[in-house]
């Protein structure tokens, strides 16, 4: 088992910056991928950014590339989501989840066994 536990989301002015963390406790070898994906009211669950199983590649869903950076501390089993120049329509719930399959990574939920409760990023004019 994989607990997952973000932080860091509040309102915020558009243009703004945040840095969401996810912290891992359980079952934290570094042996899966892990994203960040949002969901906003009304509309599916999206794939935001992902390290890759080894942690040495990124993938950024288009509408957040120059603009969100992920980034992890092994040492503190914490991945962030740093996030710069945000717009109204980032507002959502942001979910971090780990993934242990047979996959270097995926910008698909279904593919992720473990996920955090979400914490909320309000972006406002």
């Known amino acids: 088992q994989v607990q997952l536990v973000e932080s860091g989301g509040r309102s915020v002015q558009a243009g703004g910056s945040l840095r969401l963390s996810c912290a891992a406790s359980?079952?934290?070898?570094?042996?899966?991928?892990i994203g960040w994906f949002r969901q906003a009211p009304g509309k599916e669950r999206e794939f935001v950014a992902a390290?890759?199983?080894?942690?040495?590649?990124?993938y950024y869903t288009d509408s957040v590339k120059g603009r969100f950076t992920i980034s992890r501390d092994n040492a503190k089993n914490t991945v962030y989501l740093q996030m710069n120049s945000l717009k109204l329509e980032d507002t959502a719930l942001y979910h971090c989840?780990?993934?242990?399959?047979?996959?270097?990574?995926?910008?698909?939920?279904?593919?992720?066994?473990?996920w955090g409760q979400g914490t909320q990023v309000t972006v406002s004019s």
């Open positions: 390290f890759t199983r080894t942690g040495g590649s990124t």
């Open positions: 359980g079952r934290t070898t570094s042996n899966y991928y």
């Open positions: 989840a780990a993934g242990y399959r047979a996959y270097m990574w995926s910008s698909s939920p279904n593919l992720y066994d473990y």
